[in-house]
């Protein structure tokens, strides 16, 4: 039987927050909970950062700390050491956006390299994360989203993108690494699709090594997974994904209304959340073709997996499902599924202060969105206080 108030242990869920860190905690979020609080921060740390103020050390000690490991993979050992204490995995995530320059590409391919083999021999971190638009230019995977044909340049270019595809895949089949590629704005995504379908072709014949991402907000992502999965059937490959809800509701709705065509997204939260438990009841059914990392912070989620597997009698061990979460974020899921025995690993960015200022926005601003999760976080950290007190 499943026990409902797992989540409600927050002595297990705080259990690696000093009672300094658990106040920095309840501070953020209160601060979080607040839109204008948000908005003017916003503005202020990127004129701060722009004008070269000196804020780094104070950023680096509220919520850079709070929601990234470190500046560097060394740098986020301690943390990724302290995890793993509880039996919480790490992902790192190199979250340095926006580049468009091919040396650019190239240092990105480096650096998950360099992470993979960081990886070997260290248990707490069995997978690794990229972006696609990390290894190429976003434009030149909405041309070939398109249809549009590409000029000679553009063809050797994005070459270049599937030799780093590969490079990536092939070095993580060697290591025993699994990769998860991230997903991203409808308009490139078929493009990725494709590439990263090839990428499964190629090294997941025996075992899962290549992730895609389905963001189930988008209403036809479960179609497109039953597709692949009869393709994988045919073809002899196993598919790797990992589930999420999404990250571009906002600019997906907006271009589809510029450019009068249907929008991608489910109409309501409802929708998207019976089309993210949908999907994930057809991937624990269909196990022995399809691994997943389930990346969620919906406790109801986390209760239908944690339920199906039960049902379906699939060992908490089994290495074809993951539960993860951001780090800094729902400890109460990570730390209590971890302690049941479950699979769980926290995605942890890292990269320079200044350069990872645009995802620390934007998680801000979608706690800012996301008002019950905010006020959840806060109910939580204000229980483990009281706890404590007491």
């Known amino acids: 039987?499943?026990?409902?108030?797992?989540?409600?242990?927050?002595?297990?869920?705080?259990?690696?927050?000093?009672?300094s860190e658990l106040e920095r905690a309840y501070f953020l979020f209160k601060m979080i909970s607040s839109e204008p609080l948000v908005r003017i921060g916003t503005a202020?740390?990127?004129f701060a950062l722009k004008a070269h103020l000196p804020v780094e050390k104070?950023?680096?000690?509220?919520v850079f700390d709070h929601f990234c490991g470190g500046v560097s993979e060394e740098?986020?050992?301690?943390?990724?050491?302290?995890?793993?204490t509880e039996g919480v995995?790490?992902?790192?995530?190199?979250?340095?956006?926006?580049?468009?320059?091919?040396?650019?590409f190239d240092n990105a391919l480096e650096k998950i390299l360099k992470i993979i083999r960081f990886c070997d021999d260290r248990e707490a971190m069995p997978i690794v994360v990229f972006k696609p638009s990390g290894f190429g230019r976003f434009l030149l995977y909405q041309k070939k989203t398109e249809g549009v044909e590409?000029?000679?340049?553009?063809?050797?270019?994005?070459?270049?993108?599937?030799?780093?595809?590969d490079v990536v895949c092939k070095l993580a089949k060697e290591k025993d690494v699994e990769v998860l590629i991230d997903g991203e704005e409808?308009?490139?995504?078929?493009?990725?699709?494709?590439?990263?379908?090839e990428m499964m072709r190629r090294y997941n014949k025996e075992v899962t090594i290549v992730y895609n991402t389905l963001q189930l907000y988008r209403c036809d992502r479960l179609d497109y997974l039953k597709d692949l999965h009869q393709r994988a059937k045919?073809?002899?490959?196993?598919?790797?994904?990992?589930?999420?809800?999404?990250?571009?509701?906002?600019?997906?709705r907006e271009r589809a209304l510029e450019k009068g065509y249907d929008s991608p997204i489910c109409e309501n939260k409802k929708a998207t959340d019976d089309n993210f438990n949908e999907t994930l009841k057809y991937i624990l059914n269909n196990l022995k073709d399809i691994s997943v990392f389930i990346g969620t912070h919906n406790e109801a989620s986390c209760f239908l997996a944690m339920e199906l597997m039960e049902t379906h009698n699939i060992s908490k061990e089994d290495n074809n499902v993951w539960f993860g979460q951001l780090y800094g974020m729902s400890d109460h899921i990570s730390f209590n599924l971890a302690a049941q025995g479950y699979n769980v690993a926290k995605y942890i960015p890292f990269g320079p202060v200044k350069d990872v200022m645009p995802y620390l926005i934007r998680r801000a601003e979608e706690n800012t969105s996301v008002s019950g999760q905010t006020s959840r976080e806060l109910t939580l950290l204000k229980a483990e206080k009281r706890r404590r007190k007491l």
Do not use: H
Not at 150 to 165: G, K, P, S, Y
């Open 186 to 197: 409808s308009w490139m995504q078929d493009a990725a699709d494709d590439l990263v379908e």
């Open 58 to 62: 104070l950023i680096r000690a509220t």
């Open 150 to 165: 590409l000029t000679t340049e553009e063809d050797a270019e994005w070459e270049r993108i599937v030799n780093r595809f």
């Open 1 to 19: 039987m499943i026990n409902r108030s797992l989540f409600e242990d927050t002595a297990t869920a705080f259990t690696l927050k000093s009672d």
């Open 234 to 252: 045919d073809s002899g490959f196993k598919i790797g994904m990992k589930i999420v809800r999404g990250a571009y509701m906002e600019k997906e």
């Open 75 to 84: 740098d986020c050992l301690p943390v990724i050491d302290k995890l793993y």
């Open 44 to 46: 202020a740390t990127n």
């Open 89 to 104: 995995s790490s992902v790192l995530d190199y979250s340095v956006e926006g580049k468009a320059e091919e040396n650019q």
